[in-house]
């Protein structure tokens, strides 16, 4: 009986990560060859990440987790791009990072935030490039430094 859990649990785990796989133009395939849909989970440098795929494209949520299994990073991708709103937590469930993406172009207002959860850094972005007033501040509160960029036409 156990020989046969042990077969069944290599099998399955073939099966999974035969799903899995990259086929030569960059698409998610099945074991059959044909486009995955469903939920990518993998561990790389004891990072846990789950990534929804459609029709062999990352495309949904996607979750990054610490080797603790504490939720890292959380977003969405759009057709293989980061898309909208993306949070990034400290391995305390503190968010160190809100950032915003148009298809994978970074846009909108970033913000960075320290151990304890004080703002940092705020950051202005429009289809990709700086645009607008850069913020830094210590960890009083106070401004540091501001740079302007000019805005993007």
Avoid: H, P
């Amino acid at each position: 009986m156990k020989k046969m859990i042990l077969c069944l649990a290599v099998l399955a785990s073939f099966t999974i990560v035969n799903a899995q796989q990259l086929n030569d133009k960059g698409l998610y395939i099945d074991s059959e060859g044909g486009l995955f849909t469903g939920t990518i989970t993998s561990i790389k440098n004891n990072i846990k990440n789950e990534l929804a795929v459609k029709e062999g494209i990352i495309s949904g949520t996607a979750n990054y987790y610490y080797a603790s299994g504490k939720l890292m990073e959380s977003g969405v991708f759009e057709n293989g791009q980061k898309d909208k709103q993306w949070i990034r937590y400290n391995e305390n469930g503190t968010t160190s990072a809100i950032a915003f993406y148009n298809l994978g172009k970074k846009t909108g207002t970033w913000l960075v935030y320290d151990e304890t959860g004080k703002k940092r850094f705020e950051m202005n972005y429009e289809n990709g490039s700086k645009t607008g007033v850069w913020t830094n501040w210590d960890e009083n509160g106070t401004i540091v430094s501001t740079k302007n960029y000019a805005s993007v036409n």
